[in-house]
């Protein structure tokens, strides 16, 4: 009987750990769990690939626009905030720079990211990044994702359901980060979705 359960708990332990492609959410702070109108900066690009960080940051605006969990204030406010500031694009905000952006605009919360993987070679497509979450008023993480994938983990049968564009992989990463994110009760305008 001990032979079989410790098989079973050993069968279970492996798959729970092969299973790590899906988000990993890790709620840091619980202070302000449920932030509701949020900045989304630009993503800090840690690849070759020139527009990494370009294309995951509009991705994931569009995402959560089309979601409805969070208000967003309009790209055009932050990129106009971050040229009379003088602030490189990609670049950490100081604390005193985030706290005037949080009056001028009444975010209570910045989600920003990095790009840390990029293949897009023919039909091996991959990519890993990492979104975090942060009080604006305090800077303290409120919770970060890393979410790691490629093109082949999608594949049921045959070729049905693998994705061969970096774009494609992206935008289903980013949903599925958006419907983690709502399964831990995260985001404070999940209320007006419903």
Known sequence: MLKYLTFILLVIFIIYGCSSSLPRVDVVHHGLKHPCRVIV???????????AGRFLYRI???????????????????R????????LIGQPLSPELTKLLAKRTGAEAIISGEVIQVVDQGEDIQLA????????????????????RNGEDYRKAL??????????LAKRMVD?????????????????AK
């Open 41 to 51: 900066l630009p993503f800090v690009n840690q690849t070759d690939s020139p527009s």
């Open 60 to 78: 994931l605006f569009s995402e959560l626009v089309e979601s409805k969990m969070f208000q967003l204030v309009p790209e055009g406010t932050v």
């Open 80 to 87: 106009r905030f971050m040229t009379m500031e003088r602030c």
């Open 129 to 148: 990044f990492n979104i975090w979450v942060r009080d604006i008023q305090t800077g303290k993480l409120l919770w970060n994702t890393y979410h790691r």
């Open 159 to 168: 070729h049905f359901g693998r994705i061969y564009t970096l774009t494609g």
């Open 176 to 192: 599925e980060v958006i419907k983690a994110w709502q399964k831990r009760g995260l985001g404070g305008c999940q209320e007006s």
